[in-house]
């Protein structure tokens, strides 16, 4: 679903208040320079929710050209996803900045997501990123999680508080040089890990829909 499907709270601000208010190269972590950077131009303003923000149940947010504004997202507050949460850009760059923590119980990071935390993250099981050139994934606070899955090796992902939890790296292809499949095998059940990273962000989102694990115990 797209950012207004998931909730119709966001209030406009122009942007001369937003770029004020919600410092994005600074949530960052400095590595995005500037908007036009983003959108190829400024946008007209910022989307905003106002407080904290509580979702029961499952979070999917997949952005389309056409489907996502070409601004940014800020909810100024925590996120609780009671349930698993997957954000996915598909060659848009629109960014969500959350200026408080972010808990859920499984997060995946897809592709050209460009996800901003301005406090602590909180998984309780599974944290899986497989992001493109323009991926980014930033945690400004304490960051926690029962295992985290990274493929690919194109994206940045950055947590600067450190994030103390298991990291499986898998990667394949021309320019991708690392492999801890072996790792993979003894964290991830073995339906979900076969060495073949191709579909398995698809096999673990929809076990994650059923609610049922997807780490060995």
């Known amino acids: 679903m797209s950012f207004e499907q998931w909730s119709t709270s966001w209030e406009s601000v122009p942007l001369s208040e937003a770029v004020e208010r919600y410092d994005i190269c600074k949530a960052s972590d400095n590595h995005v320079e500037d908007l036009e950077g983003l959108f ?17 149940g499952p979070l999917s947010i997949e952005n389309d050209p056409g489907l996502a504004e070409d601004t940014v997202y800020v909810i100024d507050g925590n996120l609780t996803v009671n349930g698993p949460m997957r954000f996915s850009n598909g060659d848009v ?21 460009n996800l901003f935390i301005g406090g602590s993250l909180t998984v309780g099981g599974l944290l899986m990123t497989e992001l493109s050139d323009m991926g980014m994934l930033v945690v400004h606070g304490a960051a926690s999680t029962g295992a985290w899955f990274e493929t690919w090796d194109r994206g940045e992902v950055i947590f600067v508080d450190d994030l103390k939890a298991r990291r499986l790296r898998v990667s394949e292809g021309e320019y991708f040089g690392y492999s801890d499949a072996d790792d993979a095998a003894d964290v991830l059940l073995p339906e979900f890990w076969d060495g073949d990273i ?12 059923e609610g049922r694990p997807l780490l060995r115990p």
């Open 40 to 56: 190829g131009e400024e946008p007209e303003c910022f989307f905003v929710h106002q407080g904290d923000l509580t979702i029961d």
């Open 93 to 113: 760059y629109t960014p969500l900045y959350v200026t408080g923590s972010v808990t859920a119980q499984h997060l995946m990071c897809l592709l050209d997501n």
């Open 198 to 209: 191709e579909d398995a962000a698809e096999k673990l989102w929809a076990a994650a829909l």
